[in-house]
């Protein structure tokens, strides 16, 4: 038997190519909040945990509620730079993020008005847990596939 369990999850993390454009998207465009900014960062230990020596990452951390313990985080190789990531969603090892949203019509018309890229219209879910709820998936400036999801109405009592 271990003697260690799992707590939450602390952050997510997106490789991007450009930083600046990518907090100009998750900030001004999504509206998340910037928690902290580190335009370049070089420390031993972060070369040890990447496996680069040498490395330098320009980072960003957001979240959605401030209360939250969850976050995103971007990071951008300065140097030790590699090629953009195959993103479709039917490859092993593909991600997406998934945000809730209160308005899924409303998030999508505000957001394709802004130039963001959808994969297609808001779709209801039609089975399952969340049956009634509707769903879409968009992409951010490096095609990184990010979907928002409004939950069902739960019926009122009567």
């Not at 335009?39 to 945990?49: H, L, M, R, T």
């Not at 320009?58 to 195959?86: M, Q």
């Not at 394709?112 to 994969?119: A, Q, W, Y």
Request: charged fraction near 25%.
């Amino acid at each position: 038997m271990s003697n260690w369990q799992l707590a939450d999850i602390h952050h997510l993390g997106l490789t991007v190519a450009d930083i600046d454009r990518s907090i100009e998207f998750y900030r001004d465009t999504l509206g998340m909040t910037l928690i902290g900014r580190r335009p370049c960062v070089e420390e031993d230990y972060v070369a040890k945990q990447t496996g680069y020596a040498g490395v330098k990452l320009g980072v960003a951390s957001f979240r959605i509620r401030p209360d939250s313990l969850n976050s995103l985080e971007i990071v951008e190789y300065l140097n030790h730079t590699g090629e953009p990531a195959d993103t479709s969603t039917n490859r092993p090892g593909g991600t997406h993020l998934c945000i809730v949203v209160d308005d899924l019509e409303a998030a999508y018309k505000d957001l394709k008005l802004k130039g963001v890229r959808f994969k297609s219209d808001p779709v209801e879910i039609m089975a399952g847990p969340n049956r009634g709820g509707k769903v879409i998936y968009f992409f951010d400036p490096d095609n990184y596939v990010l979907e928002m999801f409004e939950p069902p109405q739960k019926e009122q009592p009567s």
